[in-house]
């Protein structure tokens, strides 16, 4: 069976046609013995869905006419769980976005199914996402009747789903996992068919998006249109007024009415959420968000008793990160951020100055 390093390397070979066998290495950051187990693996899986081995001659590989068409047509990277080892932190999440589009009672055995594991692999599993559900307010519970199924608010249920996509999207296998759920529910195409209009709308309104962060609202709102109980999404009378405020709200409407219909209106506050938390903003055009990027530069000097240099550059590059960020504090919406532990143990003293110089974000959004 394939397991995430060794899938890696599938990809690092395929989609790198000349790549030699030095370059995996250093690519990768394993050692020779790693790399040869890996390599083992990945022929031995290769050959149970009958296609030719990859082999290396002179450091470079080989790859037969039959393995290079499984590769063009994508077939290659469809994982099917009973081929590969998913970590079992993934398949917790995998579990919750499986749980949360459901289309009928889900039991055990459906789980087993659809990840190919045993039946007590699955009660762990299910085991551990109901403790993940239990952070973020919610409940997994299952009836004979009803199956598994979630308990909690609304907006919480979107904010776990939403971390969900984004672990997902950060794992060795990415995109291929976050398709699992959607294909054995039967939604093959619908990430491509709202990629289409997600685009051309935004297009249409002339919006940039983070590029880190478009593939992982694509994929959530993939997620929310399989959804077909989206249960009752409400927004206070002042988040409307602030969200209707922002130049993208035509966008997020439109996109919502083809989504979700015209009768969906909180879907047109929460589309439009997703679209402001990805957003990369051009200009000044907000009076206010400029505001509080001036203060945050004013505090850090403050604080570190340290003039900054290139003051206007700094709170440009600022305000356009202070927009989404704005939005996604503000709303509680999860950000996944691999570096955080990295940045604390090797920048504590900066680390510290910036977190007393966001005072002025913490007042601001009561986070």
């Known amino acids: 069976m394939l397991d995430e390093r060794s899938y890696t390397l599938l990809k690092t070979i395929t989609q790198h046609r000349h790549v030699t066998k030095p370059e995996v290495l250093r690519i990768m950051e394993v050692s020779e013995r790693q790399f040869g187990y890996d390599f083992d693996k990945l022929n031995y899986a290769l050959k149970n869905m009958k296609l ?16 290079i068409k ?40 459906h789980y087993q199914s659809f990840l190919g594991v045993s039946k007590n692999t ?21 009836t004979r009747k009803d199956g598994y199924y979630l308990i909690g608010d609304e907006f919480d249920k979107r904010r776990l789903a939403i971390y969900a996509v984004t672990i997902l999207l950060d794992s060795p296998f990415g995109n291929e996992l976050i398709t699992l759920p959607l294909n054995d529910w039967g939604y093959k195409n619908l990430y491509e068919e709202t990629e289409k209009i997600f685009t051309e709308i935004v297009e249409k309104h002339s919006i940039t ?15 929310l249109r399989a959804r077909i109980k989206r249960g009752n999404l409400r927004f206070p009378d002042y988040q409307q007024h602030i ?45 206010l968000m400029e505001q509080l990027a001036d203060r945050i530069i004013e505090e850090f000097e403050r604080v570190t008793l340290l003039p900054l240099d290139n003051r206007e550059d700094l709170k ?25 532990n990295r940045i604390k143990e090797e920048y504590p003293e900066l680390f510290e100055f910036v977190k007393m110089a966001l005072s002025p974000l913490s007042m601001w959004t009561g986070q």
């Not at 998006?209 to 997620?223: M, Q």
């Not at 969200?243 to 879907?267: C, T």
């Not at 600022?318 to 999860?334: M, N, T």
């Open 52 to 67: 030719p081995p990859i082999q290396l001659k002179n450091n470079r590989f080989i790859l037969e006419d039959t393995l």
């Open 70 to 109: 499984a590769v063009k047509s994508g077939e290659l990277y469809d994982i099917n769980p009973a081929l590969v080892t998913i970590s079992k932190e993934d398949r917790v999440y995998l579990l919750y976005l499986y749980t949360f589009i459901r289309k009928e009672p889900v039991s055990n055995f």
């Open 122 to 142: 699955a009660l762990e599993d299910v085991k551990r996402t109901k403790e993940i559900c239990k952070e973020w307010n919610l409940k997994m519970v299952y």
């Open 209 to 223: 998006l983070v590029k880190s962060r478009k593939n992982e609202i694509l994929s959530f709102l993939t997620y």
């Open 243 to 287: 969200i209707e405020r922002q130049n993208v709200f035509p966008a997020g409407k439109e996109m919502a009415e083809i989504f979700f219909g015209k009768e969906a209106i909180s879907e047109q506050y929460f589309v439009t959420l997703m679209l402001l938390i990805s957003m990369h903003e051009q200009e000044y055009n907000n009076v």
């Open 316 to 340: 440009k590059s600022l305000y356009d990160h202070l927009v989404p960020a704005f939005f996604r504090i503000s709303f509680k919406i999860p950000l996944v951020n691999p570096l955080i």
